[in-house]
């Protein structure tokens, strides 16, 4: 569910009508509902209520400050990937403590950078990366508690490009070399083992993958314990999936996540750490564009958007499908026809969605991409220098640009231009 509805005939943003932010702000942009970002928040908090646990946002779906600060104010914590995301994660004053630092390549600057700062827990995926935060760590002279990433070899059924837990995967170590790595973390200096991580992909549709990766680190768990390690924090990672069309069939909830982690994972005492991103933000952000032309093609009617692939690179990246829905509320019953929805840019991967039903559009009339609010804002460019989309929240009857759009000359004023030129 979420908060981007038709009101008098019109879609609706919370109690804010569309029209209104595109008459400030201009289009296209993005906009984002605090209440749908909330309730999905709190989702995942009441599905582990009685768990000892803690929700780390997965900064990278979704990073601006205001999105930041208005998870952080419900009690979230941060999954961080990169310094950039760590310092963002600080910068909407959420302590170091309540922050998890993952990801695949961290260099010793951003080890020093979560370090100094303060940070719950590094989550480690290679030995050379352990060596490296032991080095880091004990020339500050501190003890970081860490979490080895593991990777479990199942399969999340999920897009090829974002699945993560199968062995061929650049992700975590193999399972099978746990307990050495374990071994080799618990003799470094500054190094403090207390958990195990695990993140097998995005956008998972079913509970299976993640029950088979969770039993996985149940074993583990025993394996390492008999071993000497107080494993004492299992982080789970996100992953769940949200549902991009009405019609398809719906993911779990997360409801049903939350029991299936209790049924796999409650007996061991374990505080848990999930890592949700997508369904947190997804379905509650939208892309708001207006149509430029439509255009006649050779069989086919193209709706020239101008919101391009720069702006939402989904469905050219991950074949992804977006249910795209004109603000104004057709008519019930108005026939639809098949259009070809495209971007201005000069590729013809700039192409949203192909023979997509619609209700009769007109140049200058305003449509929303749903579920866009994760990996959206965050993936956007200023490819054939289009100025970078701009962000808004909404909140009941208020909304507020969180990221303006550039002008011309604050884009061109970024580069510079050598001496001798
Ligand atoms: C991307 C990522 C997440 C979030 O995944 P979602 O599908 O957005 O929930 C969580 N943890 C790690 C380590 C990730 O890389």
Known sequence: MDHFLYRDGVLHAEDVPLPEIAETVGTPFYCYSTATLARHFRLFDEALDGVDHLVCYAVKAASNQAILKTLAGLGAGMDVVSGGEYARARAAGVPGERIVFSGVGKTRDEMRLALEGGVRQVNVESEPELHALSEVAAGLGLSVPIAVRVNPDVDARTHAKIATGKSENKFGIPIARAREVYAAAAALPGIEVVGIDVHIGSQLTALEPFRLA??????????????????????????????????????????????????????????????????????????????????????????????????????????????????VEPTPGVGQAPYDVVGPVCESGDTFARGRMLPPLAEGDLVAFRSAGAYGAVMSSEYNTRPLVPEVLVNERDFAVIRARPTFDEMINRDTIPEWL
Not at 220 to 233: F, K, M, N, S, Y
Not at 268 to 285: D, K, Q
């Open 214 to 327: 969770y039993r996985k680190v149940a074993e583990l768990t025993g394996v390492l314990r008999a071993d000497g390690h107080d494993i004492r924090r299992l982080d789970l990672g996100g992953g769940l999936g949200i549902p991009y069309t009405r019609s398809n069939e719906a993911p779990p909830l997360p409801v049903e996540y939350g029991a299936m982690i209790r049924e796999e994972l409650g007996h061991l005492g374990c505080e848990i750490e999930i890592e949700p991103g997508r369904l947190i933000v997804g379905n509650a952000g939208i892309l708001v564009s207006r149509v430029i032309y439509l255009k006649s093609g050779e069989g086919r009617d193209f709706l020239i958007l101008d919101a391009a692939m720069n702006d939402l690179i989904r469905p050219a990246m991950y074949d992804a499908h977006h249910d795209i829905v004109p603000v």
